[in-house]
């Protein structure tokens, strides 16, 4: 994630009153709402601070068509 | 529990409340199709071929989903209910690629099973089209393949992975015909949080994912399974070799959900570490070193060498000029024959093995405080526990599948979880309280619990005036170890020590497991002391799901001490000391016997040393990479006058050896493996061994015949029935007794059923004793020149020296070399980042290896696997003793730490 | 035949955001009742009630809060199901906009009732002013103490945009997608009230259902069951769509018409004046009628009686000169890609009916496609978990037993 973007995302995290398990969801709707799409640096950060596993989060985000994600092969 | 009863296609049925009908009818021989059922994992409900008709209820019931009940009556076939079934097949057939002409589940699969059954039309919803075959995230992996057209999407690997393993590797991807398994991002998966337990393979009804090395390599009908005991760690899993008998190869290491203690779990070892059985590496012949290079030699030759130099030394130095090393891989027979060997053909006690390296403390102290040194409890009472305490042990990566016990435990049975461990092991990620105390301040640290205990009176006093004595002794002592000054010793905030103590003790059933973070040390015994105190205190020994357990660390560490390959005692524990024991066995083995404790396996390198010691016989065993202080230990084996090194590859130890004898390994054998919970399980030959090597226990019996104490057995069962008739823990195991489940020593007499959990109503010595142990500071502390605190230890991938498991390419593939973890605020401060060749240095040596910059270790702190031969961690370690026990204090040195600038 | 405005009265009466005209319209009198009288009564009151579910299974909503209060688990959670994904249903959105304050005031009633700290309203990506307005709506009840730590002790309202798949308005696959997870549905038992978000006790309620709340409890049970026929009080709003002239949303007291009379009173009749083909009643999902049945009163029983459902009201009018086939094939061009994925009848079987639909659609059906239809479709609906899997068959398994003729004259004629 380029440098301005990790501010616009600190940004996001901040506007929904941190990270949270109960808030995850909505949380990733905004970044995908800001961004066009949801980096996997968002994923793996997400993943750390709530105790989900990326691979959990990253399945779930390719199961919704309004989210984007690709994967990286 | 209370238990229903119902009627399965006209048949009576019981089970206990909360069974499934699916499992009901399992249970009565009625085989109800189903491709996602694993009873490991909570139903999946996808393939929805289980549907069932319930007398009375409208529509069809999922029977993997649906609880027996009281009165029901169910069919679990009719021709509408076929019909579906036949349907459904067909669906998934449509998007199916049939390939069971080339497919290596052909004959092992459920799909193909159901499709003949079921006359299902492959075609009938038209071919499946054949989707891009784009690399997928097991692409690049050297263990498993993952081909989506033929995955059902069943969900049974994703959820095994995420609810068994924990691991969280696999998950599904995309949607509908996109829809497939795959990591995060669909990165490689060993790069990914996959600990390669396979499990996602052994669950999987289809052929989407197999074993890479098994491809091509036999189907079914081609290969032949033994089951058997892994050869690794202490747990004991039970497991299948499938051998292509063409090849004698192993194809495949595969288990059940119904084999114990592992219900088919398997870690990566077990399951992908095998590769050494085979290998090309396996010494074949016996070797002669002469003018200092070995040269193939004939049985008669080697053995009648062996034999008049151990005869020669024995009768110009004295029998205590030869010792043994015997070994913890092999079986219980193999000891047996081997202590029997020392002790009466050779005459001396000198025998021990590498169960001093691990757990001599264990046993010292437990011996000590309850009167008898192993796991108090199962493994399979772990789930149970409302509180487990894990003190020095990585479960995870040195017990994998017992780690999973506990995961199971804390969550799905809602068990608090104490860790106390200086790094962020996995087990951290499950636990309530993580106590991070400063390497070697356990003692300390215990004991500030106890205290708290003691003080907020939340003692067990029935049990400690019952069972117990010492208590006053004890806790004068503990009195002065407050939670506030402890808290300065370990560095572990006082209030966490209290939370700690107060989870622990007002537990209902509190489980403490430990393991060589606990015992390495010059303190172990009084480590283990320590944790007996706390258990005893707490009433927590001596009932189901609430003990003192030791994890150990080989495959049959236990049986090779149960067995008497230990310096001071005869097989079961009978002191070399006491007359009428040696009596016994002097009756039982027609010779005079010495009544002087042997020397340990630390104390003989030092003996070589010393001149004391002039030949040495090394059963398997290999301190050349494993001792502590090598540089020692290699000079000791150098300087030996006569080695033998009976093994399966030339070895470190083996290379300095002026004779090898070549042995079968596990997979070759029969036998008895005793696994950590006191399990004696059977081991079988699954496969022909290589070129003339020879079973360890008639190597053994070769030699001392040569040597003049005739030993001959037709086979392993004949061993095991003298070593019942001489060993009361083990009285009542015989071969036909075994079977598949094994038996729990201490088992008296042919009627015992086993012994689930030790010490229920009086302690094997009679009461328990509380003992007062002060803290003592580890024997090297960090200093100017050494500023770090450097510990050892075991990492998944890897076994002991790795001489079995680097020949595993799924095991390269993700773990490929040693290095030294340190923390990140470390790294920043010498410069140094992740992956750079560093030097680590310690008073006994220098090692170069590759630096691991985590935030998970704590500072001031080093890591080392101990596994590698490049960058051997033992180069540095102490050879300090702990005093009791002579185990070597690998777990605390002072080191320095500084990158390597090349040129 | 009239309309009844309880529900819908306050509508495009006031700014959406403007609580004090919510007020002035008697607005948060439920609330104060509820919190007079006391959670447990407020769940006797709704069983009285006899409210049952709008969001198309139509269960009892008393029952449901009354489970999830007696579970023993914290926290708790409440959803609102603002998903509204449904083919032909678009009367949420109606009460999402026109009213939002009184779907709020359901929502911490409901809340309240069943102990929920937490609660959500997941909405319809496709809704993005909806959205919007709710976001903004969640501040102000945040600013006027209903929301936050205000006078029903603490109460939090999250804000979720549905991503997409319509599966998400499933309950368990909207928790599973509010738990992060993909948007697919689970085994029951055990229920959401059970083991719901998180594992927690948790109330699924569609946006209709959740409106009626606040009336409920501001009149009274009683006066409640004053409205609509004896077995089904209340009214319901239903979303009129199709070959009418007049699409929209009406709100009819239960039993007070007939379908036809909907039709024609409310539709005022079909677009080409053709008569009536066929009809669904109760949503995209819901199994086809023809025109002879359309004299069934608006009711569950009713509708049930002569072969479909209510589900969510959303009624959908077919006329004349369409073919069964291009009815069908405009449904499961929907449905063919939304399974979740989870079982295998409707994960395999939804995409192989849509390929035969479309072969008839092309003129190249046979009659083995006839067989295939017919089985497949009856394996879903035996065999599915969910209500898309059980239901997704039913237009087309009822157009190939109305409509059988039409499916007949495209069998390819072309020996395959
Ligand atoms: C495929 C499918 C889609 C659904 N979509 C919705 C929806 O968009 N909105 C809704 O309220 N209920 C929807 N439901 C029904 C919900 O599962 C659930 O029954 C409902 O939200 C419960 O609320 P109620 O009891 O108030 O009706 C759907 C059900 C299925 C099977
Ligand atoms: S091998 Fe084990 S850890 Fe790895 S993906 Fe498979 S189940 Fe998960
Ligand atoms: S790979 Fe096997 S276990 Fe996994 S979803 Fe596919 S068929 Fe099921
Ligand atoms: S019926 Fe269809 S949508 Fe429902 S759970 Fe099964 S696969 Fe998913
Ligand atoms: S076993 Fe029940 S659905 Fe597969």
Redesign the pocket.
């Known amino acids: 994630m380029k440098e301005f973007k990790r501010q616009a995302y600190q940004k996001l995290v901040e506007q929904s009153g941190g990270v949270s398990v109960e808030s995850l969801f909505v949380l990733l709707g905004r970044v995908q709402d800001t961004f066009g799409c949801v980096p996997r640096e968002v994923v793996r950060d997400l993943a750390a601070r709530t105790g989900f596993s990326e691979a959990l989060i990253y399945g779930a985000l390719t199961c919704y068509k309004d989210f984007d994600v690709r994967p990286e092969r | 529990m209370s238990e229903v009863y119902l009627e399965i296609d006209g048949k009576k049925v019981r089970v206990p409340e909360g069974t499934t009908i699916?499992e009901a009818a399992s249970s009565v021989g009625v085989d109800?199709p189903?491709?996602?059922?694993d009873p490991r994992v909570r139903?999946?409900?996808?393939?929805?071929?289980?549907v069932v008709q319930v007398e009375s209820q409208a529509g069809l019931a999922?029977?993997?989903?649906t609880e027996a009940a009281e009165g029901m009556k169910v069919t679990t076939e009719n021709e509408e209910i076929a019909a579906i079934r036949k349907t459904i097949l067909e669906l998934i057939l449509s998007e199916h690629r049939v390939a069971c002409t080339s497919c290596d589940k052909d004959g092992a699969c459920k799909l193909q099973d159901y499709a003949y059954r079921y006359q299902a039309d492959e075609e009938r919803f038209g071919r499946a089209a054949r989707r891009d075959a784009r690399p997928n995230y097991a692409s690049d992996s050297e263990a498993i393949v993952y081909d989506r057209d033929k995955c059902i999407l069943?969900g049974l690997c994703v959820q095994y992975c995420e609810e068994v393993l924990m691991a969280e590797a696999l998950t599904f991807a995309g949607r509908l015909g996109d829809m497939q398994v795959s990591t995060a991002f669909g990165i490689d998966l060993f790069k990914s949080s996959c600990v390669l337990c396979g499990g996602c393979i052994a669950v999987c009804p289809s052929g989407a994912m197999v074993e890479r090395a098994a491809i091509g390599k036999g189907r079914e009908k081609d290969l032949i399974k033994t089951r058997t005991v892994c050869a690794y760690c202490g747990v004991g899993c039970q497991l299948d070799l499938s051998v292509d008998s063409k090849t004698n190869k192993i194809v495949k290491v595969t288990s059940e959900p119904d084999y114990i203690p592992n219900k088919g779990n398997l870690c990566v070892k077990g399951k992908f570490g095998m590769d050494f059985v085979g290998h090309e590496d396996r010494l074949t012949t016996p070797l002669i070193k002469r003018n200092g290079n070995f040269e193939q030699a004939t049985w008669e030759e080697a053995i009648k060498l062996v034999a008049e130099r151990l005869n020669n030394i024995k009768t110009e130095f004295g029998p205590d000029s030869i010792g043994g090393f015997s070994s913890a891989k092999c079986t219980n027979e193999d000891n047996y024959i081997f202590q029997k060997f020392m002790r009466a053909a050779g005459g001396t006690n000198n025998v021990d093995h590498c169960a001093r390296l691990c757990h001599a403390s264990t046993v010292a102290g437990l011996a000590r405080a309850f009167g008898s040194g192993a796991m108090t409890n199962s493994i399979d009472e772990i789930k149970h526990a409302k509180c487990i305490f894990v003190i020095g042990s990585n479960t995870s990566e040195a017990h994998p599948v017992i780690a999973l016990y506990i995961k199971e435990a804390v969550v799905r049975n809602g068990a608090k979880l104490i860790v106390a461990d200086p790094r962020d092991i996995e087990l951290v990620r499950f636990a309530r309280l993580h106590l991070r105390q400063r390497p070697g301040s356990d003692v300390a640290l215990i004991n500030a619990m106890c205290n708290v205990i003691i003080n907020e009176n939340l003692l067990d006093k029935d049990f400690i005036e019952q069972r117990t004595e010492g208590f006053e002794q004890m806790a004068g002592v503990v009195a002065e170890y407050t939670p506030e000054k402890v808290a300065e010793i370990t560095s572990v905030p006082a209030e966490l020590i209290c939370e700690a103590a107060r989870d622990y003790a007002k537990s209902e059933t509190a489980s403490i497991i430990f393991s060589m973070g606990i015992t390495q040390h010059t303190t172990g015994t009084d480590n283990v002391l320590s944790l007996a105190n706390l258990a005893m205190l707490t009433g927590n020994v001596g009932k189901e799901f609430a003990g003192v357990n030791p994890l150990r660390g080989q495959n049959n560490v236990q049986g090779a001490c149960d067995l008497g390959a230990l310096p001071n005692v005869y097989p079961g524990y009978q002191s070399v000391e006491e007359p009428a024991k040696g009596e016994k066995f002097e009756k039982a083995w027609g010779r005079k016997l010495s009544a002087k404790t042997g020397l340990t396996v630390i104390e003989m390198i030092h003996a070589i040393e010393e001149g004391k010691i002039k030949a040495l016989y090394m059963m398997g065993e290999n301190p050349a990479l494993s001792d502590p202080n090598l540089n020692r230990t290699r000079a000791a084996l150098e300087k030996v006058d006569f080695l033998v090194s009976q093994e399966i590859f030339l070895s470190e130890t083996a290379q300095f050896a002026d004779v090898v004898l070549p042995s079968f390994c596990f997979a070759e054998k029969d036998g008895t493996f005793t696994n950590t919970e006191r399990r004696i399980q059977r081991i079988h030959k699954a496969l022909k061994a290589p070129g003339e090597t020879r079973d360890d226990w008639q190597i053994i019996c070769d030699v001392s015949t040569a040597m003049g104490y005739p030993m001959q057995y037709e086979d392993a069962a004949e061993i095991m029935d003298e070593i019942a008739s001489v060993t009361p823990i083990y009285g009542g195991i015989s071969y036909d007794r075994i079977g598949s489940v094994g038996l729990q020593w201490p088992c008296p007499d042919k009627n015992h059923p086993g012994t689930k959990y030790l010490h229920k109503g009086r302690f094997t010595r009679g009461k328990g004793k509380l003992h007062a142990i002060k803290f003592q500071e580890p024997a090297e502390l960090p200093d100017k020149e050494f500023p770090f605190v450097l510990s050892t230890g075991r990492q998944l991938y890897q076994f002991h020296t790795c001489t079995l498991t680097r020949k595993s390419k799924s095991i390269q593939q993700v773990s490929p070399t040693g290095y030294v973890e340190l923390a990140t605020d470390d790294a920043e401060r010498y410069g140094i980042s992740d992956g750079d060749s560093v030097q680590v240095i310690s008073r006994r040596g220098t090692v170069t290896t590759l630096a691991r910059v985590t935030p998970g270790i704590g500072r001031g702190w080093l890591f080392m696997p101990f596994h590698f031969a490049e960058g051997p961690a033992n180069m540095l370690t102490n050879d300090a003793l702990d005093p009791i026990a002579k185990i070597p204090e690998f777990k605390v040195c002072a080191a320095a730490i500084k990158k390597l600038v090349i040129g | 035949m009239k309309e009844r405005k309880v529900l819908t009265r306050r509508v495009g009466k006031y700014e959406p955001l403007d609580l004090k005209a919510y007020k002035d319209m008697g607005g948060l009198g439920g609330l104060r009742r509820a919190l007079d009288i006391g959670p447990d009564s407020v769940i006797e009151e709704i069983k009285l009630s006899g409210l049952t579910g709008r969001g198309g299974a139509g269960y009892p909503t008393g029952l449901k809060w009354g489970s999830a209060a007696r579970e023993k688990k914290t926290p708790k959670y409440f959803i609102c199901n603002a998903d509204e994904g449904e083919l032909g249903t678009f009367k949420d959105k109606v009460l999402l906009d026109g009213d939002p304050w009184a779907v709020l005031e359901g929502i911490l009633i409901a809340a309240y009732a069943i102990g929920a700290e937490q609660a959500y309203i997941y909405i319809k990506g496709e809704y993005e002013d909806t959205f919007n307005l709710w976001g903004k709506l969640a501040v102000e009840a945040k600013k006027a103490g209903l929301l936050g730590k205000g006078i029903l002790g603490p109460v939090g309202l999250q804000v979720a945009r549905g991503k997409g798949p319509y599966i998400a308005g499933e309950e368990f696959a909207l928790i599973s997608s509010l738990e992060m997870r993909r948007a697919m549905s689970r085994l029951k038992p055990p229920y959401p009230s059970q083991q719901g978000l998180f594992g927690k006790p948790t109330v699924v309620n569609n946006v209709e259902t959740i409106a009626n709340v606040p009336v409920i409890l501001a009149e009274g049970a009683e006066e409640y069951l004053k409205l609509g026929v004896k077995d089904e009080p209340g009214t319901r709003l239903f979303s009129l769509s199709g070959d009418v002239k007049q699409s929209g949303v009406y709100e009819l007291e239960m039993g007070s018409g007939t379908l036809r009379e909907l039709i024609d009173e409310f539709g005022k009749g079909t677009i080409s004046g053709r008569p009536i083909k066929a009809v669904q009643p109760g949503g995209g999902t819901s199994a086809l009628l023809a025109a002879d049945s359309l004299d069934c009163s608006l009711t569950t029983e009713g509708i049930r009686k002569v072969g479909s459902s209510i589900g969510t009201a959303g009624v959908i009018v077919y006329e004349q000169g369409k073919s069964g086939v291009d009815i069908v094939k405009g449904l499961m061009e929907f449905y063919g890609v939304e399974s979740c994925g989870r079982c295998v009848p409707c994960r395999i079987g939804v995409v192989r009916m849509k390929e035969i639909v479309e072969r008839f659609s092309d003129g190249k059906g046979t009659p083995e496609d006839l067989e295939q239809l017919r089985q497949i479709g009856k394996a879903c609906v035996v065999a599915s978990t969910c209500g898309m899997g059980q239901a997704f068959p039913l237009p087309v398994l009822s157009a190939l037993e109305l409509f059988g003729e039409d499916f007949e004259t495209v069998i390819s004629k072309v020996p395959a």
């Open positions: 699916l109800i189903q491709l996602c059922y139903p999946m409900g996808s393939c929805r071929l289980c999922i029977s993997c989903n069943c």
